[in-house]
């Protein structure tokens, strides 16, 4: 009874408390396999970089048409592009490297957001709407959230193999197939994608977190790839949880809360982890190895 | 006292006018005030009329606690002959922006004479600086700003005078209407949740009870448990109506109204007034919004 009190009876009570579980998950089915990825790929920071590019995008959807789920996400998602494109084109082109022209990039588009958003004046709840409330999803935005995380899904089952092997030989692809670019390209537009979805429930930097915490964790469990993508969907979906339940009992903010269970997570893989933790290299044996 | 500080620096500066003055009085510039946000401002134009120019620091629908400076509004406040504040830790920034400005300009605190209320957040007690929002303490405003002016130009004593009592006797029929209004709206459905509880001086002048699911500050984010509580409380306690206000994320009101079936009231202005083309472009329509949303929502 107690047990159910703590655990089920938020989630049975409240109506809001179901949603922001539900796009929890949705947010870390997506997500995480999304970071695994950027994390094989050495891109890490890209996911930052790319969540501060599509904010001038959405406040342009805000300014535009309020506070309206379509305009946001359509400004985000070409924000995201024309940023991900643009530092694809640069990198190819000139003598900069993909990160330092992201790096570029990303830095003027979030510049010409902060300076539209202050044309309008009211520079307020911009805040509130980009670092959206993850206990105030309506049923748009949840539809967006599993809409995106099933588009995602199924992209990253068609894209698998091409993707795996660009991701840890792209020479070798490149020597057998044409697939290259375009797998690139549209794994990075999935990036922007759940992004855009995550700052919709948990804002711009909370969703950027969902997506690289449960991933970098899973890579300390275990070395197999399939398994990592099922524990980081499954870590995403803890840290959910425990970050909603949390915040039901203790009366702390909702998103952040979800965040910090997710880098709870993280650090008990980092001491525990079996494929890559700080025990492991205690153990007899291991140093010989190496 | 500070007060009798502040009356001295009045009149020195008054009088330091009053010499400089006749030189360009055949050309009779604007006194140039600088209002912290949206509601002195219009109080100031009330008062000053024609014979001043109001440069308003947080624009309509802007949100006061959060505001950030611009370089404009340093520029403003260096050129300001007076400089309109409310004070009660409403514009903590104020004071900063004022050093570095390096206005001289006198700063009249409007809530000067108001009885203060508390407001209790999660234990932390502290001044409720809202206190426009009773039109009682309005009058007082608009009396501690016709003296202001009076010090910063005594030649326009006369007009700040008429000006300040017509807008005076606009007030003291706006406040019987408001009355008269609430009156009709039964005291046991006089309860309303609004995302920001900045109605503590009208809920004490008019016996409304406002319940906010955020804090005093629109800094905070609200957690599962406040959200849940307030659900729990509306069920409870039959809260007819949730507001939106002009300053938070209206998501969380919705949701909150889905979840426990009151109804969702229309905008109430609180901190700012609308852009002039809203119904809330003044402070007596702001009041006059207000009460008419209120009234609306909480009828049978």
């Known amino acids: ?290 | 006292m500070a007060h009798r500080g502040y009356v001295i620096t009045y009149i020195i500066i008054a009088l330091s006018l009053a010499r400089g003055l006749p030189a360009h009085a055949q050309t009779p510039a604007k006194l140039p005030v600088v209002a912290t946000f949206s509601i002195l401002a219009d109080f100031a134009l009330n008062v000053g009329g024609d014979r001043i120019n109001v440069a308003t620091l947080v624009g309509p629908d802007g949100d006061t606690h959060v505001y950030q400076p611009k370089p404009d509004d340093a520029k403003e406040l260096g050129a300001a002959q007076l400089i309109v504040v409310n004070g009660l830790g409403l514009e903590g920034w104020i004071d900063r922006l004022i050093r570095a400005s390096g206005a001289k300009a006198p700063v009249i605190v409007a809530t000067k004479g108001i009885n203060p209320q508390q407001m209790n957040e999660e234990g932390r007690i502290g001044l409720d600086p809202h206190a426009w929002q009773s039109i009682a303490n309005a009058k007082v405003y608009v009396v501690n700003i016709r003296d202001g002016l009076i010090a910063a130009d005594p030649a326009g004593e006369a007009a700040y005078r008429a000006n300040a009592d017509n807008y005076l006797g606009k007030l003291d029929a706006l406040e019987a209407d408001v009355k008269r209004d609430i009156a009709k709206i039964p005291p046991e459905r006089r309860q309303i949740i609004t995302t920001h509880d900045a109605f503590g001086y009208f809920g004490t002048a008019y016996g409304f009870r406002f319940i906010a699911p955020e804090g005093i500050s629109t800094e905070t984010e609200a957690s599962a448990r406040d959200v849940a509580k307030i659900i729990r409380q509306i069920k409870a306690q039959n809260i007819p109506a949730v507001f939106l206000e002009n300053v938070t994320d209206p998501r969380l009101v919705r949701r909150i109204a889905a979840e426990s079936g009151a109804r969702v009231g229309g905008t109430l202005y609180s901190d700012a007034l609308s852009p002039s083309d809203g119904p809330a472009s003044t402070y007596i329509d702001m009041m006059r919004n207000n009460v008419r949303e209120l009234a609306a929502a909480l009828a049978k």
């Open chain 1, 1 to 290: 009874m107690q047990l159910h009190d703590l655990l089920i009876a938020p989630f049975a009570d409240f109506a809001f408390m179901r949603r922001a579980l539900a796009g929890a998950i949705a947010l870390a089915i997506a997500g995480p396999p999304l970071g695994l990825f950027l994390i094989l790929r050495r891109m890490a920071l890209t996911g930052d970089a790319m969540a501060h590019a599509i904010l001038p995008g959405a406040a342009l959807g805000y300014l535009a048409a309020g506070l309206s789920l379509g305009p946001m996400t359509i400004g985000g998602l070409a924000a995201g592009v024309i940023v991900a494109a643009g530092s694809g084109v640069v990198a190819r082109t000139t003598v900069l490297r993909e990160d330092a022209s992201l790096a570029a990039f990303y830095l003027i588009s979030l510049a010409l957001g902060v300076t539209i958003v202050s044309l309008r004046g009211s520079n307020i709840d911009l805040l509130h709407v980009l670092f959206g409330s993850v206990l105030a999803l309506d049923d748009a935005t949840l539809i967006l959230l599993a809409a995106i995380a099933s588009v995602t899904l199924v992209a990253l089952a068609a894209l698998y193999r091409p993707l795996v092997i660009e991701t840890v030989d792209a020479s070798f692809l490149a020597s057998v197939s044409k697939s290259g670019g375009p797998v690139q390209i549209i794994f990075l537009a999935l990036v922007v994608l759940n992004l855009v979805g995550g700052f919709q429930a948990l804002g711009t930097l909370l969703a950027v977190g969902m997506m690289m915490l449960p991933a970098a964790s899973a890579m300390l469990i275990t070395a197999d790839m399939t398994a990592m993508i099922g524990i980081a969907a499954a870590q995403g979906m803890l840290a959910g949880y425990a970050g909603l339940v949390i915040s039901f009992h203790a009366g702390l903010p909702s998103g952040p809360l979800i965040i910090l269970m997710a880098g709870l997570l993280y650090l008990l893989a980092l001491v525990f982890g079996p494929a890559g933790g700080l025990l492991r290299r205690f153990k007899p044996g291991q140093h010989l190895e190496g």
